[in-house]
C-alpha cells in the first residue's frame, strides 16, 4: 500500500505565497506522475499541475505563471510553489500518484484558503 502525506495549507493573504509538499511511503517500487488537483464544494475535481518522473510538467491554465511543481525523486516527494495567490485559488488540494501500472493513489487533502 502507498501513503501519501501532504503539508498542512492554510490561511494566506491574497497576492501571498505557500508551498505544499506531499511526501510517498509504502510499498512504492517505482512512480510515474506525481501531481496536484484541487476541488471546491459543489465543483469537480480540477488538476491543478502533475509532473511526470522524467520532470515534464503540465499545468492548469488558471495557475500558469503562478504556481511551480517540482519532485525530488530520491524523496518521493512533490512540491508545489504556490505565488501570487488568488481568493479563486481556495480549494482543498490533493496529492495524487500515479504508478506505471496505472494505479492511482491520493492524499487526504489540506485547505489552502486565500483571503481577499
Known amino acids: 500500500q502507498v501513503q501519501l502525506v501532504e503539508s498542512v495549507g492554510g490561511l494566506v493573504q491574497a497576492v501571498g505565497s505557500l508551498r505544499l509538499s506531499c511526501t510517498a511511503s509504502g510499498s512504492i517500487f517505482s512512480i510515474n506522475a506525481m501531481g496536484w488537483y484541487r476541488q471546491v464544494p459543489g465543483k469537480q475535481h480540477e488538476l491543478v499541475s502533475s509532473?511526470?518522473?522524467?520532470?515534464?510538467?503540465i499545468s492548469s491554465d488558471s495557475v500558469q505563471g503562478r504556481f511551480t511543481i517540482s519532485r525530488d525523486n530520491a524523496k518521493n516527494t512533490v512540491y508545489l510553489q504556490m505565488n501570487s495567490l488568488k481568493p479563486e485559488d481556495t480549494a482543498v488540494y490533493y496529492c495524487?500518484?500515479?504508478?506505471?501500472?496505472?494505479?492511482?493513489?491520493w492524499g487526504r487533502g489540506t485547505q489552502v484558503t486565500v483571503s481577499s
Open positions: 509532473i511526470s518522473s522524467g520532470g515534464s510538467t
Open positions: 495524487r500518484l500515479e504508478t506505471p501500472r496505472g494505479y492511482i493513489y
